[in-house]
């Protein structure tokens, strides 16, 4: 509990930093971006095209970390509504087949009778796509990512698992730390966006992982009633 405690203050210091800058930084990045593309336009120099490919190509790129960044940086929690996860699921499943099939993988739904859950729906929508994304980037081609939902007793839970190489023991205190990535290309917001997403909802994450798979378990409470909304 200590740790996750950390991990949270961590979470809020840097999201409220970000929130700062995040918006003054995007206008003039949007401002060259602009730019770039014009000129890029008027040279037919093919190196130089080149060049101005790469330019935006890494604008852009500091544009993405900073919208994963800005979403951390929310803490007030939108609009909740009464939901069906599982529909919710069902709506995205296309856009996970279709990131699955470009890593040769497949993904299969197991979905059971679940209580609705006051949630968010973009932000739950996020949380699964940015789990999935994970899952599949762990995974060799032929691997299975597993969705799920079940009850136990009064608890909603979510579980996504892949058939991945797992997480090693000694970095798992560092996820959804902002920034931590053991990728080449990664952002490391992803997992940092999940956690604050969790928190808003009153759920709670928890990690089962070996050389052979990781399972995230995502664990909500079950709705009742207004005076019970934000009930911990
Ligand atoms: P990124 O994907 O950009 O690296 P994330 O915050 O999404 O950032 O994830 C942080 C790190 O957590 C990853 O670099 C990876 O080491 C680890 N990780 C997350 N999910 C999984 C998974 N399903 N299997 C193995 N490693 C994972
Ligand atoms: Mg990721």
Known sequence: LEKEMIRLDRLNMVGEMAAGIAH???????????????????????KLQEYYALMIEELDRANTIISEFLSTARN???????????????????????????????VVRELTNISPILLNQKEIRQLILNLAHNSLEAMTPGGTLTIKTFMVGEEIILSMADTGKGIE????DKLGTPFFTTKENG????????????????????IDTSPKGTTFYIKFKQFKGVDNEYAV
């Open 187 to 206: 952002t490391g917001l992803g997992l940092a966006v999940c956690y604050g997403i969790v928190r808003r909802h009153h759920a709670s994450i928890e």
């Open 169 to 172: 023991t000694e970095i798992l």
């Open 24 to 46: 003054e930084v995007r206008n003039p990045l949007t401002t060259v971006r602009g730019f770039l593309q014009m000129l890029g336009k008027k040279n037919d120099n093919g």
């Open 76 to 106: 007030k929690p939108d609009k909740l509504e009464l939901e069906d996860l599982n529909t919710i699921i069902d709506t995205l499943f296309p856009l996970i087949a279709a990131d699955a099939m470009n890593s040769d993988c497949n």
